[in-house]
């Protein structure tokens, strides 16, 4: 990297680039983005790395078949706020990258997809990074099979498997921890119903101490509350009524939380609360490849919580258009369970009062029969 270009990177993107009402100067190709990218050199090539990301707590975080983290110096907010404004200029990105539009997505030259998320989606004084390398493999099917991939590989069928049959008796028998501990353990998309200051977060955060410290979970919260003991955790912050200048577009929706939070390789998403358009966007993230969610909702008992989410899908412009049987078809075979907590009026003590866990009607909800 000669010295023309360095200065050329402290002058645009040095302070300018990295705040509010910056103008990014192009640079002729991607040679600002290649230099910021430098500390990651051992990781980008390596063939085994998929995906790269840089969380809150500013450590490294390299996935290959399980995620490993690394503690590298010269990786900083400043350094990670350069690399995302030569990314907004390199990649013409026409609002570019500031306070009023916090998430930058982007593809670099060897098809490698970044997403980076600023303040205020993100926790102050962070910036979160994540960058997916495209797959350098090419194996015949002959291969996969001597790598045992079609290994107990059996057709597909609308019965109710063994884990749901234990979930299903620990239910019944009322082991409700126990049933809870598992559920989450089993990856169940997982619901909780109640009123205001029932205990809706105090009963996730329990949940959530039972998800495995080897997991990348990330948070979606309009205001911080969700604090987490795993490691690998990025919390992303939305405000629905914070508006860009001169419009009535959100800075950040929950909406546009979800589908940045997809570009991030969660193994875990975490909803603090649903309460709108975006309850849509969590049902297609749960369903496509995302199970074990968490989120809550606001409803007096379970019926009343599923019919709270249709119409909190019919809120949004796509779902307004969707038939109310496809939106309770699609409910009720993305959410496995409903907790409902109360507090009871007289003592004051919060309470599960009830568990809404049926496998049976989303095997024949599948099946094209309407059990829901």
Known sequence: MNSTVLKSLETNLGTAGLFPDSEYVPLQDDAAIQAYLAPYKQWREDPRVTEIAVNDDGRVWVYTNQWDSYNVPQIN????????????????????WNAAYPILSGSLKDNSRVQLVM????????????????????????????????QGTTQSTFTIKPHEKELLALVKSRKIIEFLTKAVQYRQNIVLSGATGSGKTTVMKALVDVIDPGERIITIEDAHELSLTQPNVVHLLYDNAKTRPGSDTPVLSAKDALLSCLRMKPDRILLAEMRGSECLY?????????????TSCHGENPAMAYEQMMMMVKSDPVGAGLDYNVIKRLIHLTVDIVVQIEVDRHTGQRRVVEIDYNPQRKYAIAQGKDHA
């Open 282 to 294: 969590f049902l297609r993230a749960a369903l496509s490849g995302h199970p074990g969610t968490l």
């Open 119 to 150: 303040e205020p989606g993100v926790l102050r004084g962070h910036v979160s990074f994540t960058l997916r390398q495209p797959s350098r493999a090419r194996i015949s099917l002959k291969e996969m099979e001597e790598q045992g991939m079609f």
């Open 77 to 96: 907010q400043h350094s990670l706020l350069s690399l995302g404004g030569a990314i907004a200029t390199y990649t013409n990105s026409a609002q570019g």
